[in-house]
């Protein structure tokens, strides 16, 4: 019989929980540690729309990236918007994993996954805390080029980007929000930065210092980490049926 403990130790292994930042939340957030499990829902989101696709599908545990408890909560009612959903969670009994900050500066985590679906082979770490990576391509191609690439191999349904006019091969990553990380790129010698949440001074200060910058949202720099876990967790849980989310998808639409 497998556990949510069993569960949450090898994502611990993975992912130890000593990596994640001062102000996260994750881990082991909801449910019974010894629970029986048969049915793992993963999903970057513990939305409202999928603690619903859990409880028709009978999960008993979600393993989600955003921590589903993330400020400190004095209650938990069905006459409040923010602690109805976790409500819901305990009366149905389905429990949940958050890996936040440790997935994305652990090794195999959101970073490696994403600089590697954009084709580039990792060179090391970004920031000073280990998150975000650098890498390179084997062979430069065109910035056109590479936002095709960025588009169809991210799913994603549109790309905001600055150009500064350089060809793309010395390539920097951060799933999610990484604007605070724009002038490290270009210091490591970076011609492109991939990232998510990005604002309209940040692309004028990418191209100033001539780096090319895409936002590539951030649901979709952040997502294919949710993939490759369902595999890995498949592989060394064969008896446990892994599900990844089909409600939960990119939030932000464009016109």
């Known amino acids: 019989m497998t556990t949510v403990q069993d569960i949450f130790s090898f994502l611990k292994s993975a992912a130890p929980l000593e990596l994640q930042t001062d102000f996260d939340n994750a881990g082991f957030l909801i449910g019974h540690a ?9 999903s970057l989101d513990v939305t409202d729309e999928v603690v619903e696709e859990a409880i028709q599908l009978g999960a008993e545990l979600i393993v989600s990236h955003h921590p589903v408890i993330f400020h400190p909560i004095r209650s938990i009612t069905d006459t409040s918007a923010d602690t109805v959903k976790l409500l819901r969670l305990i009366e149905n009994r389905v429990a949940v994993i958050s890996m936040h900050t440790n997935l994305d500066i652990a ?18 770490a970004l920031d000073a805390d280990g998150c975000g990576r650098v890498g390179h391509l084997n062979e430069p191609i065109t910035l056109s080029e590479f936002l095709a690439v960025c588009k ?45 949440d990005i604002k309209y001074h940040d692309f004028l200060s990418a191209r100033e210092l001539g780096l090319n910058l895409i936002d590539a949202d951030h649901f979709c720099t952040e997502d294919p980490v949710i993939s490759d876990l369902r595999k890995r967790l498949s592989a060394s849980y064969p008896e446990v049926q892994f599900i990844k ?9 464009l016109y």
Do not use: F, W
């Open 245 to 253: 989310s089909t409600v939960h998808r990119q939030t932000v639409q």
């Open 107 to 124: 090794e195999g985590g959101v970073n490696d996954v994403l600089i590697k679906k954009l084709g580039a082979e990792t060179d090391g």
């Open 34 to 42: 010894d629970s029986a499990v048969r049915t793992v829902l993963l």
């Open 152 to 196: 169809q191999t991210l799913q994603v349904n549109g790309l905001r980007y600055v150009s500064a006019g350089k060809p793309v091969q010395r390539l920097a990553v951060m799933g999610g929000a990484g604007a605070g990380s724009i002038a490290q790129a270009a210091a490591l010698g970076c011609d492109t930065y991939v990232t998510a």
